[in-house]
């Protein structure tokens, strides 16, 4: 696994709600998207489900391609952004395939990894401002606790784009619940 890069900050809302990308963490990673192509099938251009969810239904354990791989990403993410996340699921996206705004204010800081394709990351705020930068192979994306609250995402249906991205959403329960 690469080492990680410093983060760097993309944005402020207020100091407790600061996101942040951290370009290139896993940028050089050979295992996570052979990992991930073994425990999904495509629907259309659009794929997503849990990879892991032990606490809650629908439980799911680590598949087996994650077995060691998923506890070691959990490590590092605990180690590199300071979140002990609880549970992960994917999403994938071919031919420019996206999804709509929306928030997860079901769950509390979020950090998705993104893999493959370069694609575009929507924000948007509660008085309709948006803000849309590129996401890269590797590049990590932090959302910390009541983010969710205060900002929507989205990645935008990009028809001009060839391959495909995948990312990983790394997810921290709520203490709202
Ligand atoms: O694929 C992404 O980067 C976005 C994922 C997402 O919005 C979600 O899982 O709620």
Known sequence: MSPAPPLRPRGR???ELDWHTVPGWRARDEWILPALHQVFEWD???ATGWLYLPDRAPVTPWPEPFATLGPHLLDALAADVGEAFT???FQ???NGAGVGWHHDRGWGAQAILSLGA????ALRDSRGN???FLLQHGDLFYMPPGFQDEWEHS???ERNVRGERCSLVFRTTTLKE
């Open 13 to 15: 809302v207020r100091p």
């Open 87 to 89: 549970a992960v699921c």
């Open 118 to 121: 370069t694609r575009s990351f």
């Open 92 to 94: 994938a996206y071919r």
């Open 155 to 157: 990645v935008p249906t």
């Open 44 to 46: 259309g251009d659009r």
């Open 130 to 132: 948006e803000t849309q």
